[in-house]
């Protein structure tokens, strides 16, 4: 009776280490790095303005079609909005996850700026080999001010996202724990209000 309970443990616990091993042997095997591509921010946004409720004006912003006839076009981020991020991620074994980081500037009323630091985790994409994400939520550029502390003064102030251009970088890891060579290669970005796109946009 012995026998038979330890050759029917043997006969559960074999295939459970064997495919543990197939995988192992699978990771081991993995000498490349994921890549990333098509990354595009706030992709086909759209800013609506003026006093017609039912037909409003509206602006279309980080055009798709555009941006794949000129991968370099900046795209425009408006304060109030969430940040999110569409892009491709492959690997020829398996993805693990990525994140986006970047630095931003707060401005306090007497144009003292604070560096506060972005960085987000993406969608779960963890065990595919190739995937893209539409339209993935980050953070919301908020248009409210922050607290931030201010060293000389030894008290928090208030300070608000200041306008201008940014760079954010994707990082996306695999499986091993490998990222994609272009890691460091920044997206540059532009963070303005409402009205500044309005103004720059509508003649």
């Given amino acids: 009776m012995r026998n038979f309970c330890l050759l029917i443990i043997v006969i559960i616990l074999f295939p459970a280490f064997y495919f543990s091993s197939c995988a192992k042997d699978d990771d081991s095997d993995d000498n490349q790095e994921p890549t990333v591509s098509d990354v595009a921010f706030n992709m086909n946004d759209t800013l609506w303005y003026g006093t017609d409720l039912v037909n409003p004006s509206v602006l279309r912003l980080n055009d798709s079609i555009e941006k794949r006839k000129n991968p370099e076009l900046i795209d425009t981020i408006v304060i109030g909005k969430w940040l999110n991020i569409s892009a491709r991620f492959q690997d020829n074994n398996r993805l693990s996850t990525f994140k986006v980081r970047g630095v931003v500037n707060y401005q306090d009323k007497d144009g003292n700026v604070y ?62 724990g490998k990222v994609n060579l272009d890691s460091l290669k920044p997206y540059t970005i532009q963070i303005l209000n409402r009205q500044t796109v309005k103004d720059a946009r509508v003649k």
């Fill in 115 to 176: 560096l506060d630091t972005i960085l987000r985790t993406g969608l779960n994409i963890f065990g595919m080999q190739d995937t893209a994400v539409y339209k993935n939520r980050l953070i919301l550029i908020s248009a409210d001010s922050l607290q931030k502390y201010n060293a000389q003064q030894k008290k928090y102030v208030k300070a608000g996202i200041k306008e201008g251009l940014y760079e954010l970088r994707v990082y996306c890891i695999d499986a091993t």
